[in-house]
């Protein structure tokens, strides 16, 4: 094994290096350089700087862009806020005998005595040569040749609402002329994003970034990031993008940003992740390095957490500890008994209130499916202290364990059954979604043929560029309007409450309404409106019942939200549930409508998703719904 330590003091890194070598075929040191080689593969570091400035693989001299800078490669990179950056960052590399890739971990660190900062988003990142690299691979289902980065320079390509999103009006290779290109449309939910890469079909080589572990991102299993794309949007001669992102605000907003005050102590470890290379020897299709590669993802997976890191931050797996236990729901309109909570999301992360972790991001996560009689096993825990939270498919709000749960070393905790109850007030009179946390199962509308991107013509329609400019199309002078019994949720609802674009270039916000009737109402309590948010972006949602002009209205969320879900081509960011109360006095018998108005107006991309709308009667009755 050898292994590669690089320390400094962000950003003026590197104070000192140290290089420590063992069992390794080769490994050498110049003034400027260090070479790390086990007869598979050859990757030179620059000296100072810890760069990765080239890989040399199965004939190929570098599989990084040769016309870049060394230090615009292979590197690690960061956004920080403050002029003033008191971080001390460690990096490392470790190359093992016989393995067809290396690996890549960092320490952060900020000490007691240090001042405050942020630290907004961090990621490593590797260019690779523009002249072999062009097909993308990040799910079975979203893999495709990709345009080239000059396509998207002045020359090429037009930029349309933000820098990231560019037309290709005249791209190098003509099947592209009219695509827009846009890095959003390739993000992937943190649970999802086990491996991604390039491959190289001339020489057939890939190239792959494997995650055995989302422990050290930040903000739980639904937190979306960047994965693989086309080179940097303000540098025409940059080259493929692939990059791992430990943690960033994009679709969350500034909530998430790392805030560290005076004096206060951290250290995370980021990593590590495995960059592996395959190659074909047999004259097969090189699609075929996609399959290798996600079986060398599971073999990694097997493997974590890994026994080789040689730092006392990276516990091995005798130091970890791991809890197990059952999750049931008792929901009294669904069965009177509990109910083994399937497919559930549990689990463990800093202590906090009820649905933190979607915020949390100096500690770390650990989370597992439950299978369907609801039981749940997590490993690899490091010792600390934690909460277990979860959420169930098909039932709204989040559980959270009332106990910290402390994982010592070597520890194996039996928790036994845990029951969530689900927020309920009365028996539902009519609901709209599914509550799964996203907007996918509303309407998406077909995208702009001017603006279209071919892989998700069939699939994932969301990811288009521009979908929220068809909500004016669509509703040019009245707003969405339901209706309770006869509407259709996946027709007639459309993903996302958007703003309305006037003739003058300004927005207007939009008021959505539900139309139902009651056959009968009790005048004596209040009824519950459930209002589930898939996101929300500088949005102000109010309610309304029975009058759209009333000057108060019934309940409004106020200004919430920074996830930027609708111009990332996302389908949801952070989940929010609200509750308002409907007074009984304020329904009629027969035909209701409630209000739902969006009054944020200054830009095309505020707005809200919803997960899921409930009304719920008042218990212990049981009203129903006609028709209207």
């Given amino acids: 094994m050898a292994l590669l330590r690089l320390s400094g003091f962000w950003p003026n890194y590197l104070m000192h290096q140290t290089v420590v070598a063992r069992k390794s075929r080769h490994e050498t040191q110049q003034i400027n350089k260090v070479v790390l080689d086990n007869g598979i593969l050859q990757v030179t570091f620059s000296n ?3 760069h990765v400035t080239g890989i040399r693989y199965d004939g190929l001299d570098n599989l990084l862009e040769p016309d870049n800078v060394e230090s615009d490669r292979g590197m690690w990179n960061s956004s920080l806020q403050g002029k003033v950056v008191p971080l001390n960052f460690d990096k490392r590399y470790v190359m093992l005998r016989g393995s067809s890739g290396f690996y890549t971990y960092a320490i952060y660190e900020h000490l007691r005595d240090w001042p405050a900062f942020d630290l907004d988003n961090t990621r490593v990142v590797f260019k690779l040569t523009k002249q072999k690299f062009h097909y993308m ?6 893999q495709r040749y990709m345009p080239l980065p000059e396509d998207r320079s002045p020359e090429r390509g037009q930029p349309l609402a933000y820098p990231e999103a560019v037309l290709l009006v005249n791209p190098v290779e003509p099947e592209f002329k009219g695509e827009v290109d846009d890095k959003y449309e ?9 491996v991604h890469g390039w491959i190289s079909n001339d020489s057939a080589i890939g190239f792959w970034q494997i995650t055995p572990s989302n422990e050290f991102r930040s903000g739980g299993p639904l937190k979306q990031f960047l994965t693989s794309h086309v080179g940097p949007t303000n540098l025409g001669i940059s080259s493929a993008l692939d990059h791992q992102v430990w943690h960033s605000t994009h679709y969350a907003g500034a909530d998430i940003i790392i805030k560290f005050g005076l004096n206060e102590p951290w250290k995370k470890v980021y990593g590590p992740v495995f960059i592996y290379l395959n190659s074909l020897s047999d004259g097969g299709s090189p699609l075929s390095l996609w399959e290798d590669a996600k079986k060398q993802m599971m073999n990694e997976v097997q493997i974590w957490p890994y026994d080789f890191i040689a730092s006392e931050d990276f516990p091995p797996p005798k130091q970890r500890g791991s809890v197990s236990g059952r999750l049931l729901v008792l929901e009294r309109y669904v069965s009177n008994a509990t109910i083994p909570a399937d497919c559930a999301y549990v689990g463990l992360a800093a202590p906090g209130e009820v649905g933190s972790w979607q915020l949390e991001s100096k500690g770390y996560q650990f989370w597992t499916k439950t299978d369907k009689g609801g039981n749940f096993t997590i490993n690899g825990i490091r010792p600390g202290d934690y909460n277990l939270y979860a959420w169930v498919p098909n039932f709204i709000g989040d559980y959270k364990s009332d106990s910290v749960i402390n994982i010592s070393s ?7 059954d845990l029951v969530y109850e689900p ?44 979908l929220w400019e068809k909500y004016a199309e669509l509703y040019p002078k009245g707003d969405l309007v339901f209706t309770v019994g006869q509407s259709n949720y996946t027709r007639d609802w459309f993903f996302t409450q958007v703003t309305r674009k006037k003739d003058n270039n300004t927005y207007e916000g939009t008021t959505w309404q539900i139309k139902f009737c009651l056959d009968e109402v009790d005048e004596r309590v209040a009824y519950k409106l459930r209002l589930a948010l898939a996101t929300a972006n500088v949005a102000n949602l109010q309610v309304r019942i029975n009058d759209p002009n009333a000057s108060l209205p019934l309940f409004s969320t106020g200004v919430i939200g920074k996830d930027n879900t609708i111009a990332r081509h996302g389908i949801h960011g952070l989940y929010r ?50 028709e209207i």
């Fill in 48 to 50: 100072p700087g810890g």
């Fill in 137 to 142: 691979a990040i799910a079975d289902h979203r």
């Fill in 186 to 194: 390739y993000s992937c939910d943190s649970k999802d994003i086990g």
């Fill in 410 to 416: 070597g520890s194996k905790i039996n928790i036994g």
């Fill in 423 to 466: 927020p309920r007030n009365g028996s539902t009179l009519w609901e709209i979604g599914l509550p799964d946390r996203s907007a996918a199962e509303f309407f998406i509308p077909d995208p702009n043929p001017k603006y279209i991107n071919k892989l998700y013509l069939n699939q994932e329609r969301y990811r288009q560029y521009g």
């Fill in 577 to 626: 549930l609200y509750d308002a109360d409907i007074p009984g006095t304020q329904l009629l018998i027969g035909n209701n409508t409630i209000f739902l108005t969006q009054t944020s107006s200054t830009s095309p991309f505020q707005g809200v998703m919803y997960d899921y709308i409930r009304l719920e009667g008042p218990p212990p009755s049981h009203k129903t719904v006609k």
